[in-house]
């Protein structure tokens, strides 16, 4: 249901020409997020009967989670930069590229120790590991940035409404954030046999719920309340009423004014 109400948002925006550049990064890792389920869904039918599975699948479903996250991460502080809210432009361009290119390297590393470098008879979480760790930390370092960003976007805008905006999502988003690290202290205290079903089902669970609330944002019905998107024509005009200062971006639209 999710995935159709999605899907309307597209093509509502699209039709009137105003799709936003965030709303083709929530779907790019929508997408992303869909094809990592459907391939683990594959993997493991494939493993209930075999035992084995298809290494490769299991290979594609965790560089599609990642990328799904990377880029959901780059929406999140893209917005609480205050991007098209109350900013037609986004400083720290470099600093958001040097963070991406870490939480490459530190994803990269996670998936070399989990398929290559890990005892196939060790019982150890993955997020036990030496990059394990430093993704959990980046995720805190993230955070803290993510907070500071949204503080500082809270302070600058002066209307009450986008004001309420920031409280909102700060607060959602926040915990959001918060879920790695609590999932990961929860896997720590399961059984090895049980642990990867259940961290699976939480993660997939926040991420999902993530999604939807970020959805319910950039709905055709409240976008125009926040967000500066270029009015619909005719019926979706009527649609999405009026709010906020409109106008048309592209993710080129980034001016590095220092971090």
Request: charged share 10%.
């Amino acid at each position: 249901l999710y995935m159709i109400w999605h899907i309307y948002t597209i093509r509502t925006f699209h039709k009137a020409n105003s799709l936003h550049p965030l709303v083709k990064l929530l779907s790019a890792s929508i997408t992303l997020a869909f094809l990592a389920v459907i391939s683990s869904l594959i993997h493991n039918s494939i493993y209930a009967r075999n035992g084995m599975g298809l290494a490769a699948l299991h290979g594609f479903y965790e560089i599609l989670s990642t990328a799904s996250t990377l880029i959901f991460m780059v929406l999140l502080i893209l917005i609480s930069k205050g991007w098209t809210i109350s900013f037609t432009y986004i400083s720290g361009k470099k600093m958001i590229a040097t963070g991406i290119v870490v939480f490459l390297l530190g994803y990269f590393g996670l998936f070399l120790w989990d398929n290559i470098g890990r005892d196939p008879a060790s019982t150890l979480y993955f997020y036990e590991s030496v990059p394990g760790v430093c993704i959990v930390i980046l995720r805190g370092i993230t955070l803290i940035g993510f907070l500071c960003f949204l503080y500082a976007s809270y302070q600058s805008e002066p209307l009450a409404h986008k004001k309420n905006f920031y409280l909102t999502f700060g607060l959602i988003y926040f915990l959001w954030f918060l879920t790695l690290p609590v999932i990961v202290i929860v896997a720590m205290t399961l059984a090895p046999w049980v642990r990867a079903k259940i961290v699976t089902c939480l993660m997939l669970s926040a991420n999902a719920l993530a999604f939807m609330v970020m959805g319910f944002f950039f709905s055709p019905y409240t976008m125009p309340k926040y967000f500066q998107v270029k009015p619909l024509q005719s019926k979706e005009s009527i649609l999405l009423g009026s709010g906020g200062t409109y106008g048309t971006h592209n993710l080129s639209d980034f001016k590095d004014d220092g971090l």
